[in-house]
């Protein structure tokens, strides 16, 4: 029995064997308008599978007013797998899990960010750096690169889901960071042929609440398409667009890499 004991915590150690942990209440949730498992599980440290478990929940749905158990992040088994369910998103499962879209894509050697129900993705563990706070920006910027940036945003998204507009603003900052385009947000928006508000002159027109909030996540490092330079109207007829290879869907906008 002292050698199987030995063997069995030897195991344990080098991660071969996981034993299933039941995640402790760190409390209780009144579920509010607007919510969802997923902002619920980003609110706490934790993920939708673990709500769902110790909640006995069979879909994703919750109504305002419901009541919810909250596992303690610090009892969460951290799971080698993640089942991916209908509606998410790399950049969602990203965010359950306090890591980057990029460790992500290539922990499963991934070469878009575009996934289906049903696939599994291997989580990593998260380094003792993604927990901390004060994390840098992007690129560095000023309040009127945020402001011009969330008037783009405005002007291309406005009426898109969230991370349609994170992508839009991700574009650009990628576009900064990318040695084929100019390396500040105004030299890059005001490329000419590049952003039809710029043309239209609907880039003059005040930026949206949410859009500003989507220019400074953007601006701090959000990107759910994982690096895309491109993005365009799902009804585009553009050849040399509909060529590239995509890397996120979100609304009527499509996020694509270069070839």
């Keep these: 029995m002292k050698i199987l004991h030995r063997l069995l915590c030897s195991l344990l ?12 209440h760190a409390g209780i949730y009144t579920v ?37 158990k909250v596992p303690d992040k610090n009892t969460t088994a951290q799971p080698r797998g993640y089942v991916v369910m209908p509606g998410d998103t790399l950049y969602q499962i990203a965010l359950q899990f ?38 840098r ?3 560095p910027y000023t309040k009127e690169d945020l402001d011009l940036l969330a008037r783009l945003i405005t002007a291309e998204s406005r009426g898109e889901p969230e991370l349609g507009k994170i992508s839009v603003g991700a574009v650009v900052i990628n576009r900064v960071k990318s040695p084929k385009y100019p390396n500040t947000i105004k030299e890059v928006i005001y490329q000419p042929g590049q952003f039809g ?34 993005f365009f109207d799902n009804k585009t007829g553009n050849r040399f667009l509909r060529s590239l290879p995509v890397a996120l869907k979100q609304g009527n906008l499509i996020f694509a890499y270069p070839k």
Excluded: W
Excluded at 43 to 59: A, E, F, P, R, W
């Design 13 to 24: 150690m080098l991660g071969i064997i996981c034993l299933p942990v039941t995640p402790a």
């Design 32 to 68: 509010q308008p607007g919510d969802s498992l997923f902002s619920i599980s980003v609110k706490y440290g934790t993920t939708i599978h673990n709500l769902m478990k110790v909640n006995q929940l069979d879909s994703t749905l919750i109504k305002p007013g419901q009541q919810l």
């Design 98 to 135: 306090h890591i980057s879209t990029q460790t992500l894509i290539a922990a499963n050697n991934l070469s878009q960010t575009i996934i289906y129900p049903g696939q599994v993705l291997k989580v990593p563990a998260r380094t003792s750096t993604a927990s901390r706070g004060g994390a």
């Design 137 to 139: 920006p992007a690129i």
């Design 197 to 230: 508000p710029v043309r239209s002159g609907r880039i003059n027109n005040p930026a949206l609440p949410d859009c500003i909030e989507a220019a400074k996540k953007a601006l701090n490092g959000a990107d759910p398409t994982g690096g895309a330079l491109y």
